[in-house]
């Protein structure tokens, strides 16, 4: 069993940044594949970013370039970094984590076990 505790998030204007953390519990943390997923008024949930245990890095194309997803074992935390933040990135955002996925089907929500309560990103223009 796995707990999330996402932080971080709040109001910000175009153009800024923010960093969401992800707190998770569990002695095997480094083992999981970690995701962050978003989810705006009336819209289905979206990927954002995942992570596996050995670092790699996956983004969606409306975030590469200015998200960077990371992870720090020694604290179960993962962080995405949010920079030239955009008001269509207004969203609840939302850490996943699961022990098994493979790279093809990363991005797909159903396929993540453990979700947080998400918290909150709004960006004005």
């Known amino acids: 069993q796995v707990q999330l505790v996402e932080s971080g998030g709040g109001l910000v204007q175009a153009g800024g940044s923010l960093r969401l953390s992800c707190a998770a519990s569990g002695r095997t943390f480094s083992s999981y594949v970690m995701g962050w997923f978003r989810q705006a008024p009336g819209k289905e949930r979206e990927f954002v970013a995942a992570?596996?245990?050995?670092?790699?890095?996956y983004y969606a194309d409306s975030v590469k370039g200015r998200f960077t997803i990371s992870r720090d074992n020694a604290k179960n935390t993962v962080y995405l970094q949010m920079n030239s933040l955009k008001p269509e990135d207004t969203a609840v955002y939302y850490c996943?984590?699961?022990?098994?996925?493979?790279?093809?089907?990363?991005?797909?929500?159903?396929?993540?076990?453990?979700w947080g309560q998400g918290t909150q990103v709004t960006v004005s223009s």
């Open positions: 992570i596996r245990w050995s670092s790699n890095t």
């Open positions: 996943a984590a699961d022990r098994a996925i493979i790279v093809s089907t990363i991005r797909l929500p159903n396929e993540y076990d453990y």
